[in-house]
Structure formats: structure tokens, C-alpha cells
């Protein structure tokens, strides 16, 4: 090899030095950068015969073959910071711009952003959107994936049932009078349609309207004329908010007799509707339960009532739950109750599930909607399929579909919420690697200082 040729191989070694150093540089400085993938640079030992100075030297130098992206899993740090995400394991989260564009991701720093004047998204530094699908999606593609919406206002929801499970007193004596004829609606004393010696225990069943006002039911109790029975009527606590106009059952909607048996259970049940002049009527039986109609300021909604059992009006089969109100000998009370209604609500925070990727809105009213539910995806090979664009961003090449997954345990990844992807840059080995190119940069420029001056010398001597 001539002493061009020497201070050629000596420029391939400089030239490769140098990409080395910068790829190093590029992995360094984003060692603090969320989601990063490190670099790898890869050398190849060969010079094309083109590019040779002399077309009959042999092929010597180095060039820079690949820059490779390493795709491995960089540590998890936690933040408390709900809506930031890490995927332990494979996948990338799926996001877009505003013009539908597609892009996937390590990064997982999304915040609630404004998307219009009702409703909040989660979304980037760069406003792209965290793409989900419906929360019961069990699986999707692609074009399944769509921005998710958070309604800035909960709309109220009227009561529609109401589950509780209540303690009769059996030690209570029997009554020969109906806790019907117990009630009448009186305009002057409108609080009290029943006078407290009249009845043996009486409940506070609070509830919503369809407009979210809050409300009260009382539940009287009575025992009656035989040692396992129990009367139970239901009423508004405050009659005057029944529309159905004027009587003497004025905000009197349910009456039922309940049986018990020996250990306390019940065994047999009797449901009528109360109108307004005291006509009963049969209830509907919805799904098992008595659903009487309720009349608020002139607007009627349905109400199932739960007292831990259902029962077939047409077999005559009555079937008990685990929670089923009983008849024993100790106060009343009341174990349980819940209700499902609720007022209107503001926007208060967002909560991920981990792992499963569901995405949860909570309002003032302490009330959550399932959003959303996060998918990942997958490619087959992430340096074949995958080119990428900076801003922690990669864009699938062309032609190449993702797979598209629902995060999970047992899945090829999960999501971690209040956590983050650090790089997955290790500085002591950038530093090793520093050290090494320095030198063999060094070394490399020596070579070229060596061939010139055996090159002057050679001048020198013609």
C-alpha cells in the first residue's frame, strides 16, 4: 500500500472515530430523556475498490456499517403522577396530531389537556393524543384506536335502585292495625303523615332526582299481625314534592308485607303500588325486585328496591342473597346501603389502572366514568419496522402494520401509572467507549501525521 493509501486508511479511521463520537455524545445527552433508546454504532472493515486511490490496492480501512437503535427496556421510576405512564415490557404507546397522523412511543408524559369547550383529552408536550378505545374493547386494530374524550360535567342521574339490607326487630309485639291506615297526609303538619307512636322503626333512604337533587325516602317498618310478618311502607320525606297532586296518601308510593322464617329469613313478600287516594295496585317486578314509580315536582322515574332477595310473582320463587335483610332479635338497623344516582359533577382527576391500561374520570360529585382503555402496540422487528423522527416519537415504514394489543400481566407488556421509562443509556459504558474512540482517534490521526512525514522525506530525496 502506497503512503496515500496510508493516510487514506488513516481518514476511514478518523471518519469512523468521529460518527462514533457523536453517536456516543447523542446517547449521553439524552440521558435524562424519557422513553430514549440508545444508539449503537456499528464498524465494518472493508473499503469499496471504488473509492480506492490506486484500483490495485487491497481494501483496507474502517467505515461506519450501521447506527443502530437498542431497544431494551430502560429502568422505571415512579412519580405519584397519574397520568404518567411506563410500559414495563413490550409495546409502544399509540399517539396522533391533529391531523390523524400516527406515531408510536416509549415516552409516557401525558397531562389532561383542554381538546374543546366540553370535554378534556390526554395528551404530549406536542399535543398529540394518547390513543384508546372503548372500556369494554377486548380487542382492536388500528383503525379501532381514537382519541378519548373527558366530559368536562358529569350529567345527574336519577335513582333507579336502591340496595340495602335492613335488621327487624323481632322482640317488637304484633299490631292489629295496618301501618296503612297509620298514614294520612295532613297540609298543616305536611312532615309527619305518620305520628312516631305508630310505627316500630323508621329509615332515611337518601336518593337523587332526575335533575340531581338530592332527596329523601323513609322507610317506615310496623310489625304486623302475625309474629313473622313486617309492614313496610315507603314514602318522601317530605310529601309536599309529590306531583301526583292532593290525597291522603300524598308521597306514599310502596307498601309491602315481608314473612320471615323460624332462623329469620324471608321467605314470602307482598308488594303494592300506593296511589294518591290509598288504591293499591301490583308492582312491577323488574329483574327480580319490586320497582315502584316515584312522582318528584311532576316527574316520575322507576326505582327497584333491593332488600337482598328476588322473587318470581309468576312461579312464586324467592330467591335470598348473601345480604338479605332478616328479622332477629336485636335493634333495628341498618347494615348496608347504597344507591345509584347522583348529582351533576365537575371534571376532578383522571385515574389509569395499571396494567390493564382503563382509564378512569372522577368528578366532584365522587363519581367515576370508564373512558377509555389504553392499546399498545407491537411490530415484529423495531429496527426493520420502525424509522425514527426525535421527540421520542417513531413512525412505522411503509407497509408495516403494528400489532395492536390490550396491556396486561400476562400480556407482552403492561402499563404502570404514576411511572415513567427513564433511557436506557448506560453512562458508565458511554464513558468507556468515550475513552476508546479518543484513543483510537488519536491513534488513527497519527497514522496520517506519520505518512506525511514520510512522505516529505520522500519528496525530499527525488
Do not use: C
Not at 397519574?82 to 409502544?92: E, H, M, Q, R, Y
Not at 292495625?177 to 305520628?195: A, G, V
Not at 325516602?217 to 317530605?238: C, F, K, S, T, V
Amino acid at each position: 500500500m502506497s503512503l496515500f493509501g496510508n493516510m487514506y486508511v488513516g481518514y476511514t479511521g478518523l471518519y469512523t472515530d468521529s460518527i462514533g463520537l457523536k453517536v456516543s455524545a447523542d446517547n449521553i445527552s439524552n440521558l435524562n430523556t424519557i422513553g430514549f433508546k440508545k444508539h449503537r454504532t456499528e464498524f465494518e472493515d472493508r473499503v469499496a475498490r471504488e473509492m480506492a486511490v490506486f484500483s490495485n490496492e487491497k481494501p483496507y480501512g474502517g467505515f461506519v456499517k450501521h447506527i443502530r437503535t437498542i431497544f431494551a427496556q430502560g429502568g422505571i421510576t415512579t412519580t405519584d403522577i397519574p397520568t404518567d405512564l411506563a410500559i414495563s415490557g413490550k409495546g409502544f404507546f399509540v399517539v396522533a396530531d391533529k391531523d390523524g397522523n400516527i406515531y408510536y412511543t416509549r415516552d409516557g408524559q401525558f397531562f389532561v389537556n383542554e381538546a374543546d369547550e366540553q370535554h378534556f383529552a390526554l395528551q404530549n408536550s406536542l399535543g398529540m393524543y394518547l390513543l384508546g378505545a372503548d372500556p369494554d374493547t377486548k380487542e382492536a386494530g388500528l383503525s379501532d384506536l381514537k382519541p378519548y374524550l373527558i366530559p368536562k360535567v358529569m350529567d345527574p342521574k336519577g335513582t333507579s335502585k336502591i340496595k340495602t339490607e335492613l335488621i327487624f326487630d323481632s322482640r317488637k309485639a304484633t299490631n292489629t292495625q295496618s301501618l296503612l291506615d297509620k298514614y294520612k297526609y295532613d297540609p298543616d303538619n305536611p312532615q309527619e303523615p305518620i305520628k312516631d307512636e305508630n310505627y316500630d322503626w323508621v329509615w332515611d333512604l337518601p336518593i337523587y332526582d332526575t335533575s340531581g337533587n338530592k332527596i329523601d325516602l323513609r322507610l317506615y317498618a310496623d310489625r304486623g299481625q302475625q309474629n313473622n310478618e313486617y309492614e313496610i311502607l315507603l314514602a318522601l320525606a317530605d310529601p309536599t314534592l309529590d306531583g301526583r297532586g292532593d290525597g291522603d296518601y300524598k308521597g306514599a308510593f310502596l307498601y309491602g308485607t315481608l314473612t320471615f322464617g323460624a332462623s329469620g329469613e324471608i321467605t314470602g313478600v307482598d308488594f303494592q303500588q300506593i296511589s294518591i287516594d290509598g288504591t293499591l295496585s301490583p308492582v312491577n317486578w323488574t329483574d327480580g325486585y319490586p320497582t315502584f314509580t316515584l312522582n318528584v315536582n311532576g316527574v316520575e322515574q322507576n326505582i327497584q328496591l333491593d332488600l337482598g332477595f328476588t322473587y318470581d310473582p309468576d312461579t312464586g320463587e324467592l330467591k335470598r342473597t348473601d345480604n338479605a335483610s332478616k328479622m332477629l332479635a336485636n335493634p333495628f338497623a341498618k347494615l348496608s346501603y347504597n344507591q345509584d344516582g347522583y348529582s351533576m359533577g365537575t371534571f376532578d382527576h383522571i385515574e389509569v389502572i395499571t396494567e390493564e391500561g382503563l382509564i378512569k374520570a372522577w368528578y366532584s360529585n365522587n363519581k367515576d366514568i370508564e373512558v377509555s382503555k389504553i392499546f399498545l402496540a407491537d411490530f415484529a422487528g423495531y429496527e426493520e419496522s420502525l424509522e425514527k423522527i426525535g421527540h421520542n416519537l417513531f413512525k412505522a415504514k411503509p407497509d408495516v402494520t403494528p400489532f395492536i394489543f390490550a396491556p396486561s400481566s400476562s400480556e407482552r407488556g403492561k402499563i404502570l401509572s404514576g411511572a415513567l421509562e427513564t433511557s436506557n443509556v448506560d453512562l458508565a459504558e458511554e464513558m468507556v467507549r468515550l475513552i476508546v474512540l479518543q484513543r483510537a482517534f488519536q491513534s488513527n490521526s497519527r497514522v496520517i501525521t506519520t505518512s506525511d512525514e514520510l512522505l516529505q522525506d520522500f519528496i525530499r530525496q527525488v
